[in-house]
């Protein structure tokens, strides 16, 4: 089997602090990092729901993984309200 990557043609590349790669987190939380960057860049709306509909994992993976995120520090998540009185969530992430 040939273990080898090929860059494709496709420049919608999403980059990612190489400290996260080292900082013991699993794949999933990683992974999950890698999203919310990718749907901030879009200026996309992010939630734990949309964060489940991108991958195969469910609701409440996607929240383990946010809360693994979380307590090693590279994420915060807090809760706003509008003008409307509605609750929304902000995430805010660690870059370095």
Avoid at 6 to 17: C, F, K, L, Q, R
Avoid at 46 to 57: E, Q, Y
Avoid at 62 to 86: M, Q, T, Y
Wanted: proline fraction near 1%; charge should be positive.
């Amino acid at each position: 089997m040939n273990n080898t990557f090929e860059n494709g043609t496709d420049n919608d590349v999403t980059v990612i602090p190489k400290q996260i790669l080292r900082a013991g987190l699993s794949a999933k939380a990683v992974g999950l990092y890698t999203c919310i960057v990718y749907l901030l860049n879009r200026d996309e709306r992010i939630s734990a729901s949309v964060l489940a509909d991108m991958n195969k994992d469910g609701i409440t993976s996607v929240e383990s993984g946010l809360r693994e995120l979380e307590a090693a520090g590279w994420l915060r998540r807090s809760k706003k309200k509008d003008n409307k009185g509605h609750f929304y969530s902000v995430y805010e992430l660690k870059t370095n």
